[in-house]
């Protein structure tokens, strides 16, 4: 092997601690950076630039020019797997994604991968790659099946995911085939990220919070389980983060259950209870309220400050609770990377 370069994000991940937490945000990449809103508008809508390899990775990289942010995550969707497993997918600006056939109305035996649809993705991938500074780390992603299956089911976003907890109790062997669909297709879909050169891979499950616990052991640990296992087994050496938002108590049974590497908190986890509740060799990474950054000042640096002290000591990746806000201002990402450099 050739001198790697090193990487705190990295290196995190695999269980070091750092005396400084590395940084990334959820969304990094996205509508509050005024050259994102440009290339969109120039390229179409949302899906153009993710399918053209060339903008998505530009847009990949815009976040990096600006802050020294030490992880880069690829720009893409969660939603992708659902376009590749045959669904239409459509952004409609100012309303969210919308999927059809909706599967709560539709039969399943339509699902049959096309996996070609995500080489544009693995373009993505190498293009980053090729121009990311050394001590950056990649990461790719894909949504876990239950939140993925969520927008499969109603065919768009919901609040309370209703349509999904509806199939998986009264039709719960339909609703497997679903998840395990997901599953087979996530795990190639990340192995191609892998093999184009990510260097982990992060596993969003927004809706986790959503399940009751007997419904949250079936749908949301074995399913990642499942993704977890399928990886370790073609590519052993790449860290996984979990993000399972809005699983409170059930964070600890999550990471024993799954066996990821890493845990990502959503900004409602006190850090206190987190630094006691979870291994102490796990990796944490959070959970910074998004609405702390959008107000700033000193509500920011004594919410960040308490998260960095909550962790000291344990492998800790500094991140928002979610993703980054559109109406966030430059001037307080600015901020923030000074407060965590500086910590
Ligand atoms: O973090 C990053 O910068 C990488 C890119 C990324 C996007 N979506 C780009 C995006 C990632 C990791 C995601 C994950 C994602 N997508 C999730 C899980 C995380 C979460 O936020 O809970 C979910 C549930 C989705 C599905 C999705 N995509 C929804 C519900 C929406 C509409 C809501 C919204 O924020 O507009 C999207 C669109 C989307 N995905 C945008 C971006 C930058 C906004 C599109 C635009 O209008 O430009």
């Known amino acids: 092997m050739t001198h790697a370069h090193f990487k705190p994000l990295l290196a995190v991940l695999r269980g070091e601690r750092q005396p400084r ?3 990334w945000l959820m969304r990094q990449a996205g509508r509050y950076l005024p050259e994102y809103r440009a290339l969109r508008a120039e390229k179409g809508g949302f899906l153009d630039l993710v399918y053209d390899s060339e903008a998505a990775a530009e847009v990949t990289l815009q976040p990096l020019r600006r802050f020294a942010f030490d992880g880069s995550i690829l720009f893409s969707d969660i939603l992708i797997v659902p376009h590749a497993l045959g669904q239409h997918l459509e952004f409609r600006v100012g309303e969210g994604p919308h999927l059809s056939p909706r599967l709560a109305d539709a039969a399943l035996e339509d699902l049959a991968p096309v996996l070609e649809r995500f080489d544009p993705v693995y373009d993505t991938v190498r293009r980053v790659k090729a121009q990311l500074t050394p001590g950056t780390t990649f990461l790719g992603f894909a949504g876990s099946p239950w939140t993925v299956a969520t927008y499969m089911v109603n065919g768009e976003g919901s609040r309370d995911q209703a349509a999904a907890r509806r199939m998986a109790y009264g039709d719960p062997v339909r609703f497997g085939a679903l998840i395990d669909a997901i599953v087979t297709t996530s795990i190639d879909y990340l192995s191609g990220q892998i093999a184009a050169g990510v ?18 052991d079936d749908w949301v640990i074995a399913p990642n389980r499942a993704i977890i296992d399928g990886l370790r087994a073609r590519h052993p050496d790449v860290p996984i983060i979990g993000f399972p938002k809005g699983a409170g108590g059930k964070l600890a049974a999550y990471a024993a259950g799954t066996g990821v590497d890493a845990i990502g908190l959503d900004e409602t986890v006190d850090p206190d209870w987190a630094a006691r509740e979870l291994p102490a060799d796990l990796p944490v990474q959070g959970n910074l309220d998004p609405l702390a950054l959008i107000v700033g000042g000193s509500q ?18 500094f991140n928002l609770g979610h993703g980054i806000l559109p109406d966030t201002p430059i001037a307080h990402v600015e901020q923030l990377v000074a407060i965590v450099r500086g910590a």
């Open 199 to 216: 260097d982990a891979v992060q596993l969003f499950d927004s809706w986790a919070g959503s399940l009751s616990p007997a419904q949250f």
């Open 21 to 23: 937490p590395p940084l």
């Open 300 to 317: 920011l640096e004594s919410a960040a400050r308490s998260i960095i002290s909550a962790f000291e000591g344990r492998p800790h990746i």
